[in-house]
Protein backbone atom coordinates (compact mmCIF):
# COMPACT_ATOMS: atom_id res chain seq x y z
CA UNK A 1 0.00 0.00 0.00
CA UNK A 2 1.47 3.09 -1.28
CA UNK A 3 -0.38 5.75 0.29
CA UNK A 4 0.12 6.83 3.84
CA UNK A 5 -2.96 6.79 5.54
CA UNK A 6 -3.10 10.70 5.74
CA UNK A 7 -3.51 10.76 1.94
CA UNK A 8 -5.36 7.86 1.75
CA UNK A 9 -8.38 9.39 3.82
CA UNK A 10 -8.30 13.03 2.08
CA UNK A 11 -7.57 12.15 -1.51
CA UNK A 12 -10.14 13.77 -2.97
CA UNK A 13 -9.03 14.87 -6.01
CA UNK A 14 -10.25 16.12 -9.87
CA UNK A 15 -10.56 12.34 -10.83
CA UNK A 16 -11.83 13.10 -14.52
CA UNK A 17 -10.35 10.83 -16.82
CA UNK A 18 -9.41 11.89 -20.70
CA UNK A 19 -9.39 10.30 -23.56
CA UNK A 20 -7.97 12.99 -25.47
CA UNK A 21 -4.58 15.12 -25.25
CA UNK A 22 -5.14 17.74 -22.78
CA UNK A 23 -2.93 20.56 -22.44
CA UNK A 24 -3.13 22.88 -19.40
CA UNK A 25 -1.05 26.01 -18.17
CA UNK A 26 -0.92 28.84 -21.03
CA UNK A 27 1.36 28.42 -23.47
CA UNK A 28 1.81 24.96 -25.03
CA UNK A 29 0.88 24.87 -28.35
CA UNK A 30 -2.96 23.29 -29.35
CA UNK A 31 -1.02 20.77 -32.11
CA UNK A 32 -2.20 17.18 -31.85
CA UNK A 33 -0.71 15.07 -29.31
CA UNK A 34 1.40 11.73 -30.28
CA UNK A 35 -0.29 9.91 -27.58
CA UNK A 36 -3.19 9.47 -26.02
CA UNK A 37 -3.22 10.69 -22.05
CA UNK A 38 -5.66 8.79 -19.39
CA UNK A 39 -6.00 10.66 -16.56
CA UNK A 40 -5.91 8.38 -13.32
CA UNK A 41 -8.56 8.50 -10.81
CA UNK A 42 -7.87 9.70 -7.39
CA UNK A 43 -10.97 8.87 -5.50
CA UNK A 44 -11.98 9.47 -1.80
CA UNK A 45 -12.88 5.90 -0.43
CA UNK A 46 -10.22 3.72 -2.74
CA UNK A 47 -6.41 4.22 -3.62
CA UNK A 48 -5.40 6.22 -7.01
CA UNK A 49 -4.35 5.37 -10.16
CA UNK A 50 -1.78 6.99 -11.87
CA UNK A 51 -1.98 8.78 -15.16
CA UNK A 52 -1.20 6.96 -18.27
CA UNK A 53 -0.02 7.27 -21.70
CA UNK A 54 -0.18 4.97 -24.80
CA UNK A 55 1.85 5.99 -27.93
CA UNK A 56 1.26 4.15 -31.29
CA UNK A 57 3.83 3.15 -33.45
CA UNK A 58 3.50 1.80 -36.88
CA UNK A 59 2.46 -1.70 -35.94
CA UNK A 60 2.69 -1.66 -32.42
CA UNK A 61 1.59 1.01 -28.97
CA UNK A 62 3.82 1.27 -26.41
CA UNK A 63 2.63 2.49 -22.79
CA UNK A 64 3.87 4.35 -20.08
CA UNK A 65 2.73 3.24 -16.99
CA UNK A 66 -0.60 0.83 -16.12
CA UNK A 67 -2.32 1.97 -13.20
CA UNK A 68 -4.21 0.03 -10.28
CA UNK A 69 -7.43 -0.75 -10.96
CA UNK A 70 -8.74 -2.64 -14.08
CA UNK A 71 -11.49 -0.36 -15.05
CA UNK A 72 -8.02 2.39 -16.05
CA UNK A 73 -5.98 -0.38 -17.36
CA UNK A 74 -9.08 -1.55 -19.53
CA UNK A 75 -8.78 2.17 -20.97
CA UNK A 76 -5.20 1.43 -22.09
CA UNK A 77 -6.12 -2.06 -23.54
CA UNK A 78 -9.18 -0.41 -25.44
CA UNK A 79 -7.37 2.67 -27.14
CA UNK A 80 -4.95 -0.54 -28.12
CA UNK A 81 -7.90 -2.49 -29.24
CA UNK A 82 -9.23 0.24 -31.58
CA UNK A 83 -6.25 0.78 -33.23
CA UNK A 84 -5.86 -3.00 -33.81
CA UNK A 85 -2.46 -3.53 -32.35
CA UNK A 86 -1.06 -4.35 -29.88
CA UNK A 87 1.09 -3.43 -26.93
CA UNK A 88 4.45 -4.60 -27.32
CA UNK A 89 6.32 -2.61 -24.50
CA UNK A 90 5.56 -1.07 -21.11
CA UNK A 91 7.34 1.85 -19.39
CA UNK A 92 6.91 1.99 -15.71
CA UNK A 93 8.82 5.39 -14.47
CA UNK A 94 8.31 3.53 -11.05
CA UNK A 95 7.50 0.89 -8.73
CA UNK A 96 4.42 2.75 -6.44
CA UNK A 97 1.40 -0.12 -7.39
CA UNK A 98 -0.77 3.28 -8.84
CA UNK A 99 1.42 2.88 -11.31
CA UNK A 100 2.61 -1.07 -12.25
CA UNK A 101 -0.27 -2.98 -10.96
CA UNK A 102 -2.03 -2.85 -14.37
CA UNK A 103 0.93 -4.65 -16.32
CA UNK A 104 0.09 -8.12 -15.32
CA UNK A 105 -3.51 -6.91 -17.12
CA UNK A 106 -2.07 -5.56 -19.77
CA UNK A 107 0.12 -8.86 -20.18
CA UNK A 108 -2.77 -11.20 -20.13
CA UNK A 109 -3.98 -9.62 -22.98
CA UNK A 110 -0.24 -9.11 -24.94
CA UNK A 111 1.83 -11.65 -23.67
CA UNK A 112 5.04 -10.60 -25.31
CA UNK A 113 4.89 -6.96 -23.45
CA UNK A 114 8.67 -5.97 -22.92
CA UNK A 115 9.00 -3.89 -19.26
CA UNK A 116 11.27 -1.15 -19.20
CA UNK A 117 11.57 -0.10 -15.26
CA UNK A 118 14.47 0.78 -13.12
CA UNK A 119 15.43 -2.06 -10.48
CA UNK A 120 14.35 -0.14 -7.54
CA UNK A 121 11.57 -2.23 -7.51
CA UNK A 122 13.73 -4.97 -6.19
CA UNK A 123 14.65 -3.29 -3.21
CA UNK A 124 10.97 -2.27 -2.50
CA UNK A 125 9.67 -6.39 -2.84
CA UNK A 126 12.25 -7.09 0.09
CA UNK A 127 10.69 -4.02 1.99
CA UNK A 128 8.64 -1.60 1.59
CA UNK A 129 6.14 -3.23 -0.36
CA UNK A 130 6.14 -6.30 1.91
CA UNK A 131 5.79 -4.43 5.11
CA UNK A 132 2.25 -4.37 5.67
CA UNK A 133 1.07 -7.89 3.81
CA UNK A 134 0.03 -8.70 7.58
CA UNK A 135 -1.97 -6.25 8.45
CA UNK A 136 -3.46 -6.35 4.65
CA UNK A 137 -4.36 -9.98 4.74
CA UNK A 138 -5.80 -9.19 8.32
CA UNK A 139 -8.16 -6.68 6.37
CA UNK A 140 -9.66 -8.77 4.26
CA UNK A 141 -11.02 -11.00 7.36
CA UNK A 142 -12.02 -7.96 9.02
CA UNK A 143 -16.13 -7.36 8.05
CA UNK A 144 -15.71 -2.98 9.28
CA UNK A 145 -13.37 -2.81 6.21
CA UNK A 146 -15.56 -1.51 3.36
CA UNK A 147 -15.23 -3.78 0.11
CA UNK A 148 -13.87 -1.30 -1.80
CA UNK A 149 -10.62 -1.40 0.26
CA UNK A 150 -10.70 -4.97 0.23
CA UNK A 151 -10.46 -5.06 -3.47
CA UNK A 152 -7.71 -2.65 -3.19
CA UNK A 153 -6.08 -5.18 -1.15
CA UNK A 154 -6.43 -7.75 -3.31
CA UNK A 155 -5.13 -5.84 -5.99
CA UNK A 156 -2.32 -5.11 -4.06
CA UNK A 157 -1.25 -8.88 -2.35
CA UNK A 158 -2.08 -10.47 -6.08
CA UNK A 159 0.57 -7.75 -7.29
CA UNK A 160 3.22 -8.34 -5.15
CA UNK A 161 2.64 -12.35 -5.28
CA UNK A 162 3.48 -11.50 -8.91
CA UNK A 163 6.90 -10.31 -9.27
CA UNK A 164 7.66 -11.25 -12.41
CA UNK A 165 5.33 -8.51 -14.13
CA UNK A 166 7.03 -5.65 -12.07
CA UNK A 167 10.62 -6.75 -12.12
CA UNK A 168 11.71 -5.24 -15.42
CA UNK A 169 13.11 -7.52 -18.74
CA UNK A 170 14.63 -4.53 -19.92
CA UNK A 171 16.22 -2.54 -16.77
CA UNK A 172 16.88 1.13 -16.99
CA UNK A 173 20.30 1.33 -15.58
CA UNK A 174 20.85 5.04 -17.01
CA UNK A 175 20.01 6.99 -20.21
CA UNK A 176 18.54 4.31 -23.18
CA UNK A 177 16.32 4.76 -26.05
CA UNK A 178 13.27 2.77 -26.97
CA UNK A 179 12.25 3.17 -30.53
CA UNK A 180 8.49 3.35 -31.98
CA UNK A 181 8.68 3.26 -35.54
CA UNK A 182 11.18 6.83 -36.24
CA UNK A 183 10.21 7.89 -32.98
CA UNK A 184 13.07 7.62 -30.37
CA UNK A 185 11.98 8.04 -26.46
CA UNK A 186 14.79 8.78 -24.36
CA UNK A 187 14.53 7.12 -20.67
CA UNK A 188 16.40 8.23 -17.93
CA UNK A 189 16.77 7.11 -14.70
CA UNK A 190 16.55 9.29 -11.74
CA UNK A 191 18.38 7.99 -8.32
CA UNK A 192 16.74 8.79 -4.96
CA UNK A 193 14.51 11.06 -6.21
CA UNK A 194 10.58 10.05 -5.75
CA UNK A 195 12.02 6.42 -5.30
CA UNK A 196 14.80 4.97 -5.53
CA UNK A 197 14.83 4.38 -9.20
CA UNK A 198 12.82 6.58 -11.46
CA UNK A 199 12.43 6.54 -15.03
CA UNK A 200 10.98 10.06 -16.75
CA UNK A 201 10.84 9.92 -20.76
CA UNK A 202 11.51 12.20 -23.00
CA UNK A 203 10.29 12.55 -26.59
CA UNK A 204 12.35 15.17 -28.44
CA UNK A 205 9.66 14.97 -31.59
CA UNK A 206 7.24 16.16 -29.42
CA UNK A 207 9.00 18.31 -27.19
CA UNK A 208 7.06 16.53 -24.26
CA UNK A 209 8.36 14.71 -21.07
CA UNK A 210 6.33 12.14 -18.72
CA UNK A 211 7.73 12.10 -15.41
CA UNK A 212 5.87 9.65 -13.30
CA UNK A 213 5.92 11.19 -9.79
CA UNK A 214 8.77 13.30 -10.18
CA UNK A 215 5.54 15.92 -10.30
CA UNK A 216 2.25 15.30 -8.57
CA UNK A 217 -0.45 17.82 -8.33
CA UNK A 218 -1.64 19.62 -5.59
CA UNK A 219 1.77 18.34 -3.69
CA UNK A 220 4.59 15.86 -4.19
CA UNK A 221 4.29 12.59 -1.90
CA UNK A 222 7.61 11.83 -0.65
CA UNK A 223 6.20 8.63 0.76
CA UNK A 224 9.46 6.76 -0.27
CA UNK A 225 10.99 10.23 -1.32
CA UNK A 226 14.50 11.88 -0.96
CA UNK A 227 14.60 15.34 -1.49
CA UNK A 228 17.69 16.08 -2.46
CA UNK A 229 18.12 13.73 -5.51
CA UNK A 230 14.76 14.79 -6.78
CA UNK A 231 15.78 18.31 -6.55
CA UNK A 232 18.73 17.55 -8.98
CA UNK A 233 16.09 15.13 -10.90
CA UNK A 234 13.20 18.27 -11.58
CA UNK A 235 16.49 20.79 -11.83
CA UNK A 236 17.85 18.10 -15.19
CA UNK A 237 14.28 17.72 -16.62
CA UNK A 238 14.31 21.98 -16.61
CA UNK A 239 17.09 22.28 -18.58
CA UNK A 240 15.57 20.19 -21.45
CA UNK A 241 14.37 21.72 -24.75
CA UNK A 242 10.40 20.87 -23.92
CA UNK A 243 6.67 22.56 -23.96
CA UNK A 244 4.38 19.76 -22.28
CA UNK A 245 5.55 18.07 -18.64
CA UNK A 246 3.01 15.17 -18.07
CA UNK A 247 2.56 14.33 -14.31
CA UNK A 248 1.95 11.17 -12.60
CA UNK A 249 -0.87 12.68 -11.00
CA UNK A 250 -2.97 15.55 -12.35
CA UNK A 251 -3.19 17.36 -16.22
CA UNK A 252 -0.46 18.00 -18.43
CA UNK A 253 1.70 21.58 -18.28
CA UNK A 254 3.57 23.60 -19.95
CA UNK A 255 7.13 23.97 -19.23
CA UNK A 256 6.86 27.13 -17.74
CA UNK A 257 4.34 26.09 -15.24
CA UNK A 258 6.89 22.88 -14.43
CA UNK A 259 9.69 25.79 -13.51
CA UNK A 260 7.42 27.31 -11.14
CA UNK A 261 6.74 23.60 -9.94
CA UNK A 262 10.29 22.88 -9.52
CA UNK A 263 10.58 26.14 -7.39
CA UNK A 264 8.37 25.65 -5.14
CA UNK A 265 9.40 22.06 -4.68
CA UNK A 266 12.74 23.27 -3.79
CA UNK A 267 11.79 26.02 -0.96
CA UNK A 268 9.60 23.93 0.20
CA UNK A 269 12.44 21.37 0.72
CA UNK A 270 14.75 23.70 1.86
CA UNK A 271 12.33 24.63 4.67
CA UNK A 272 12.26 20.70 5.75
CA UNK A 273 16.04 20.63 5.99
CA UNK A 274 16.01 23.72 8.16
CA UNK A 275 15.01 24.75 11.56
CA UNK A 276 12.26 26.46 10.75
CA UNK A 277 9.09 25.18 12.26
CA UNK A 278 6.67 22.38 9.97
CA UNK A 279 4.11 25.54 9.76
CA UNK A 280 6.68 28.43 8.06
CA UNK A 281 6.96 25.01 5.63
CA UNK A 282 3.59 24.00 4.55
CA UNK A 283 2.94 27.42 3.98
CA UNK A 284 5.66 28.12 1.73
CA UNK A 285 4.43 25.28 -0.44
CA UNK A 286 1.03 26.73 -0.36
CA UNK A 287 2.05 30.25 -1.40
CA UNK A 288 4.82 29.21 -3.56
CA UNK A 289 2.87 26.07 -4.92
CA UNK A 290 -0.71 27.77 -4.82
CA UNK A 291 -1.86 27.18 -8.40
CA UNK A 292 -1.12 22.98 -7.41
CA UNK A 293 -3.44 23.06 -4.25
CA UNK A 294 -6.06 25.17 -5.95
CA UNK A 295 -6.10 21.90 -8.66
CA UNK A 296 -7.39 19.97 -5.72
CA UNK A 297 -11.17 21.07 -4.14
CA UNK A 298 -9.78 20.67 -0.87
CA UNK A 299 -6.59 23.21 0.04
CA UNK A 300 -6.79 21.29 4.00
CA UNK A 301 -6.06 18.20 2.01
CA UNK A 302 -2.66 19.99 0.90
CA UNK A 303 -2.63 21.24 4.31
CA UNK A 304 -2.72 17.96 6.27
CA UNK A 305 -0.18 15.54 3.73
CA UNK A 306 2.14 18.36 3.61
CA UNK A 307 2.55 18.54 7.26
CA UNK A 308 2.74 14.52 7.43
CA UNK A 309 5.42 15.18 5.10
CA UNK A 310 7.59 17.35 6.84
CA UNK A 311 7.48 15.49 10.88
CA UNK A 312 6.91 11.91 9.65
CA UNK A 313 9.26 11.80 6.44
CA UNK A 314 11.67 14.73 5.65
CA UNK A 315 12.57 14.97 9.37
CA UNK A 316 12.88 11.56 10.04
CA UNK A 317 16.50 10.55 9.86
CA UNK A 318 15.99 6.84 9.63
CA UNK A 319 13.91 7.28 6.90
CA UNK A 320 16.00 9.76 5.12
CA UNK A 321 18.95 7.23 4.82
CA UNK A 322 16.60 4.50 3.60
CA UNK A 323 15.07 6.81 1.17
CA UNK A 324 18.52 8.78 0.16
CA UNK A 325 20.37 5.17 -0.24
CA UNK A 326 23.06 5.94 2.99
CA UNK A 327 23.03 2.68 4.22
CA UNK A 328 23.76 3.75 7.20
CA UNK A 329 20.31 3.85 8.44
CA UNK A 330 19.88 2.34 12.35
CA UNK A 331 16.62 1.63 11.96
CA UNK A 332 13.26 1.42 9.90
ZN1 LIG B 1 1.55 7.78 -8.10
Same mark, same amino acid.
Given at each position: ?????????????? +??????????????????????????????????? $???? !????? @? =??????????????? #???? /?????? #??????? @???????????????????????? *????? !?? $??? %? $????? @??? %?? #?????????? =???????? &?????????? @??????? /???????? &? +???? &??????????? =????? !?????????????? /?? /??????????????????????????????? +?? $? &?????????????????????? =???????????????? +???????????????????? *?????????? %??????????????
Amino acid at each position: MKYSAVLLIAAAHT +GVSAAEPVVTGGAAPKAQAPYTFIEGKVPEDVQPD $GNSI !VFEGP @N =EMLVIDTGRHPEHTD #KIIA /VAKARN #KPITAII @NTHWHLDHATGNARIRAAYPGAKL *YTSTA !VE $GAL %K $GFLIR @NVD %KA #KARLDDPSVP =EPRKADTR &LYLNAINDPA @NLVPDHP /VKGTMSVK &L +GERE &LKLHLAQYAAT =EGDVW !VHDPASKTVFVGDL /VV /VPLPFFDTGCAEGWREALAEIDRLDFQTLVP +GH $G &LPMDHATFSSYRSAFDAFTACA =ESSQPTASCVATWMQK +GAQFVAMHPDPKYSEDALAY *YVDQVLRVPA %KRSEYCGKPNASSR
